[in-house]
């Protein structure tokens, strides 16, 4: 059976040097990029008879901006080619500021990228260079000044706390910096460091510590009340909107089990209960599909149990919460029976509160949401 309004993302696996702290799966050498692109066109057909409409597009990576508005637009063509696009589609690109000139910018908004997701990380030069960005504070500023000129009215940009040396006041600039250009949608990332990452070894050898958890703590209340001091909505835990229609359309479809599709290397799928995911090697998803085979690594069945314990905690991190009525309809469980006292308990410590039928987590509760989930 074909699928109604599911997303559509694209994974572009080059970077053009790593940063730092990064573990997704990007290579450095972006010679392949004419081949990935022949594959990922091969790829977009293979699906056309499981999905039919997508109304979210969304280009990850790596480093889509390092393709070619030539080469986006004939993914896009081969996109439209096969599946129905909903004409109020959220069609969403990550860029990185080193790369996008004004006239890149007007390309894509030419081909019909109408959301733009810049890079920034910080507004520290310093930081920028400690977590092994390619781009400086001057170019991260000309890249949203020409995303405006562009025409580009739903910008979001991505920011970087809980980095080494870099205390509450620090932080607060750049927050404050950011809110200057205001962005349609502001990702706050903490700095979290995976064991095989370069800036892991750094910080081991140099002795250097993430902050501890009361630090934590603050960085992140101080930027839910900052940001919406402003006006931004806090609406999942590490995302924050300037209006209900600037929410990440694309990413909201992951937290509610909507089904997507994952196209080009290590990009997952999901649709009803079925969970899959490409093989990661560039050249291996290139020679496959050459092939006529599709890159899957791997597939499982997700049960009623996983499907509702992550409806759970997905839930629990976004502030409209759990809608009660339709996780019972959805799992046949009524949470809130199930778990009366536990949720008691968390509504009078303040980290969870129940309105309208949904239990969702106070600002106090997204802090700690993983471990809400746990209840
Ligand atoms: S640009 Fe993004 S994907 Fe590439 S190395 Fe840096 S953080 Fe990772």
Request: charged content about 25%; aromatic content about 10%.
């Amino acid at each position: 059976m074909k699928n109604e309004q599911a997303g559509l993302y694209i994974h572009i696996p080059f970077c053009l040097s790593k940063c730092g702290y990064c573990s997704f799966y990007s290579i450095e050498s972006v010679n392949l990029i004419p081949e990935f692109v022949s594959a990922l066109k091969e790829e977009i057909k293979n699906y056309s008879n499981i999905f039919s409409l997508f109304d979210t597009i969304y280009f990850g990576g790596g480093t889509p901006s390092l393709l070619t508005p030539r080469q986006l637009a004939e993914i896009l063509e081969a996109v439209n080619k096969y599946y129905k696009i909903d004409k109020n589609s959220e069609i969403t690109l990550e860029a990185n500021p080193g790369d996008i000139s004004l006239q890149y910018l007007k390309e894509l908004r030419g081909i019909g990228i109408n959301r733009l997701n810049i890079g920034i990380q910080s507004f520290d030069d310093k930081i920028l260079r400690f977590l092994g960005r390619r781009h400086s504070v001057k170019e991260a500023v000309a890249a949203i000044e020409a995303a405006r000129q562009a025409g580009f009215n739903n910008m979001g940009i991505d920011l970087i706390y809980g980095v080494h040396g870099l205390g509450i006041k620090s932080w607060e600039n750049t927050l404050q910096k950011a809110v200057s250009f205001a962005p349609e949608h502001i990702s706050s990332y903490q700095l979290s460091l995976d064991i095989k990452t370069p800036l892991y070894k750094k910080y081991s050898s140099a002795n250097w510590h993430l902050p501890d958890e009361k630090t934590e703590l603050k960085l992140f209340l101080t930027t839910s009340e900052e940001l919406e001091s402003t006006g931004y909505i806090h609406y999942e835990v590490s995302n924050f909107a300037r209006l209900d229609k600037f929410k990440s359309r694309h990413n909201q479809k992951y937290w509610r089990h909507v089904p997507y599709l994952g196209l080009g290397p290590a990009a997952h799928s999901l649709l009803n209960n079925k969970r899959w995911r490409n093989k990661a090697l560039v050249k291996t998803y290139i020679k496959e599909i050459a092939s006529g085979k599709m890159p899957v690594e791997g597939s499982e069945i997700l049960s009623n149990e996983q499907l509702q314990l992550e409806a759970m905690f997905l839930g629990l991190r976004t502030k409209t919460g759990i809608d009660l009525k339709r996780y019972k309809t959805k799992y046949n469980i009524d949470l809130f029976a199930e778990k009366k006292t536990i949720i008691d308990a968390l509504i009078k410590n303040k980290l969870v509160e129940l309105k309208n039928g949904f239990l969702r987590p106070t600002r106090a509760g997204m802090a700690v949401a993983d471990s809400l989930a746990l209840i």
